[in-house]
């Protein structure tokens, strides 16, 4: 089955793809669909009322866009600290105004060991007060300051990453992670940070219910002139008409979202920008639990490395790459309660986990250029026999990249520590890849995995 090649448009824009791909975010903050979308149109029309120039809109556009990138480095963090599923407890963060005792409690409440028992409640509850403030800052600054550094290495603007590091400051210093107070906090920041805001109210409630949050932290979280300009985002009816339910899943909010991008500085996405894209988006995926650290980049060391013995071309081999980086975004849906479960998984458990190559398949294939590796990535659990997931394809239905990223997959697998075992040495390895030969994986793709894996091994150790 020969894989599709990636189709260029005449001009890639890097908006579009980075729009499309902000939906692994919104699912690993546990947002609806398009929330960074949506939230880059109110920030963007901030922009346009504040009269804002280019160059500054355009840094605002991409903090906008990339303002969760660090969103996955505190999943593993906040399930410790509340047990229960991470996105539900990240999410519900936001529709209190955790500034306040009683919403703190309230939350605490409402979010630690919810289906636990009650000794497990307790002392998770008691783990929070002994802990206190330090959680929550611990908790923010690792999402700000990795998200800020994801917005360097992919090229963006000092303006840009300092947005992403600031947004959940506070007008009057009650914010996180630094406390920074009026106009210490950068003014892309502070837009960004009402932004989000706005977005989230505004998608249970439309544009009154973003209003009325807006205004009932004037002067607390936000700052007055920006509260007195969103007066005329709400009347903006072009604008509102892309929340509510009938809105949610609309597939040119994409388009939507390029339009409001500065047009005399669109930045095209060109090769150079799109491996930078894979491996941020690599490290994003890669930081949800710490069993996963550098999965993705080994996995695509290790793909590339059997695709060139097996003779692909350059262009081949690169898109290769991307596939292995992004192969495993849909597990940014997946609870960290599965992904760091020490025992036994339960059969819904196994199913939450089977799923997650679905929501690789319906990331990616909205995505321009990488939408033509959406199937091949989405299929690195199937095998030669039908007995993968999650479509139990057989060998016909699976291209010479899929069979290449399946072993590349099961390799890093094998070696890696899991919750449930150490990594297995190297002859193991080589033995169960052996056994899986034929009847699981592609035995062309096995054996260039053996002939390059000392390769692989040495790379391992010097990493």
């Known amino acids: ?45 901030l922009a346009e009322v504040l009269g804002l120039p280019p160059a500054e809109r355009s840094d605002l556009f991409y903090a906008l866009l990339m303002k969760d990138a660090g969103c996955s480095s505190n999943a593993a963090r906040v399930y410790q600290l509340f047990g229960g599923d991470d996105r539900i407890a990240k999410h519900a963060l936001w529709l209190r105004d955790w500034r306040k005792v009683r919403e703190q409690a309230a939350y605490v409440l409402e979010c630690v060991e919810p289906q636990g028992r009650v000794i497990d409640r307790l002392k998770k509850l008691a783990g929070l007060a002994l802990a206190g403030s330090a959680n929550r800052r611990q908790v923010f600054e690792v999402r700000c300051d990795r998200g800020a550094d994801i917005a360097h290495a992919m090229g963006f603007t000092p303006a840009t990453a300092a947005a992403i590091r600031s947004m959940d400051e506070h007008w009057d210093g009650g914010g996180l992670p630094a406390g920074l107070r009026g106009e210490a906090i950068p003014l892309l920041a502070r837009i960004v940070g009402i932004a989000q805001v706005a977005e989230i109210f505004g998608s249970q409630g439309g544009p009154d219910a973003a209003s009325r949050v807006v205004r009932e932290r004037r002067g607390t979280w936000f700052a007055p002139e920006l509260v007195s300009a969103f007066a005329e985002v709400q009347r903006d009816t072009a604008l509102w008409a892309w929340f509510g339910p009938e809105a949610a899943d609309r597939a040119d909010l994409d388009e939507a979202v390029g339009g409001v991008e500065p047009q005399d500085r669109v930045i095209a996405g060109d090769d150079a920008r799109l491996d930078a894209i894979a491996a941020a988006f690599a490290w994003v995926i890669d930081a949800k639990s710490p069993y996963t650290y550098q999965h993705s980049e080994r996995v695509a060391e290790a793909a590339v490395a059997i695709g060139s013995a097996l003779g692909l071309d350059g262009a081949a081999v690169r898109e290769l790459r991307w596939a292995a980086l992004l192969h495993d975004i849909g597990k940014l849906s997946v609870p960290n309660r599965i992904l760091d479960k020490a025992g036994t998984l339960t059969a819904d458990e196994w199913e939450v986990i089977r799923l997650h190559p679905y929501y690789t398949y319906r990331i990616l294939e909205r995505v321009p250029v990488f939408g033509a590796l959406a199937f091949d990535a989405s299929a690195h659990h199937e095998r030669m026999d039908g007995r993968g997931y999650y479509r139990n394809l057989t060998a016909d239905g699976l291209s010479r990249r899929a069979r290449i990223l399946a072993v590349a997959d099961v390799f890093d697998a094998l070696a890696a520590d899991r919750p449930y075992r150490k990594g297995m040495p190297p002859e193991r390895v080589g033995a169960i890849l052996r056994e899986e030969s034929g009847p699981g994986l592609c035995p062309d793709c096995v054996g260039a995995a053996l002939d390059v894996s000392d390769a692989l091994w040495a790379r391992r150790l010097d990493a």
């Open 1 to 45: 089955m020969p894989e599709p090649s990636a189709v260029r448009p005449p001009l890639l824009r890097l908006s579009t793809i980075l729009s499309a791909l902000s939906y692994a975010l919104d699912l690993t903050e546990g947002h609806p669909r398009g929330h960074s979308a949506r939230s880059c149109l109110i920030g963007m029309r």
